[in-house]
T-cell receptor, first 111, second 115 residues
Framework: TQLLEQSPQFLSIQEGENLTVYCNSS?????LQWYRQEPGEGPVLLVTVVTGGEVKKLKRLTFQFGDARKDSSLHITAAQTGDTGLYLCAGATYNNNDMRFGAGTRLTVKP | DAGVIQSPRHEVTEMGQEVTLRCKPISGHNSLFWYRQTMMRGLELLIY????????DSGMPEDRFSAKMPNASFSTLKIQPSEPRDSAVYFC?????????????FGPGTRLTVL
């Protein structure tokens, strides 16, 4: 089983729609990161959240870290075709410094 | 500045052969990570180094896998002998200090196919 469960696994929407993807765990994380990966490339960091309840915005993307530091969400407003990709969350627990990744949400935004 | 460099980009080999994947981290970065990505298992951490020293190799599947970092600018991941189930994309990433809030910069990956 994955330390981090991401949902949904696949998401296909039309351009202009809003969406939310989730990253959940039973473990508490010292920090959590979101990455986006495009085909044929490595993941690229979008944001790092470190404080329970923290909300960070990156243009049309809003990231939230749960109060209990066990979960996170990524909300995209007015999705564009360029948002298409694999969205990965990664968390570091207090026991280990290394980041563990979820399986990802594969987002397709259709024109 | 050059990012993380990996070679080869693609490798096709036959079962039983030795495979060596190479990585050059970003200059000045002290931590290096090796990951494996498959559709079934997602992105898995295999091993990471800090200041050229292996810190956590608990993700290395079995004795057929080994990794070295002889200096700050080079690392290898070796599979000997290779098996079809090793087919995956292998990523190398580096970060400045390996801290949990550090940004990891990923290379383009090596797509390995073992026939």
């Amino acid at each position: 089983t994955q330390l981090l469960e991401q949902s949904p696994q696949f998401l296909s929407i039309q351009e202009g729609e809003n969406l939310t993807v989730y990253c959940n765990s039973s473990s508490v994380f010292s920090s959590l990161q979101w990455y986006r990966q495009e085909p044929g490339e490595g993941p690229v960091l979008l944001v790092t959240v470190v404080t329970g309840g923290e909300v960070k915005k990156l243009k049309r993307l809003t990231f939230q870290f749960g109060d209990a530091r066990k979960d996170s969400s990524l909300h995209i407003t007015a999705a564009q075709t360029g948002d298409t990709g694999l969205y990965l969350c990664a968390g570091a627990t207090y026991n280990n410094n290394d980041m563990r990744f979820g399986a990802g949400t594969r987002l397709t935004v259709k024109p | 500045d050059a990012g993380v460099i990996q070679s080869p980009r693609h490798e096709v080999t036959e079962m039983g052969q030795e495979v060596t994947l190479r990585c050059k981290p970003i200059s000045g970065h002290n931590s290096l990570f090796w990951y494996r990505q498959t559709m079934m298992r997602g992105l898995e951490l295999l091993i990471y180094f800090n200041n050229n020293v292996p810190i956590d190799d608990s993700g290395m599947p079995e004795d057929r896998f080994s990794a070295k970092m002889p200096n700050a600018s080079f690392s290898t991941l070796k599979i000997q002998p290779s098996e079809p189930r090793d087919s995956a994309v292998y990523f190398c990433a580096s970060s400045r200090s390996g801290g949990d809030t550090d940004t990891q910069y990923f290379g383009p990956g090596t797509r390995l196919t073992v026939l």
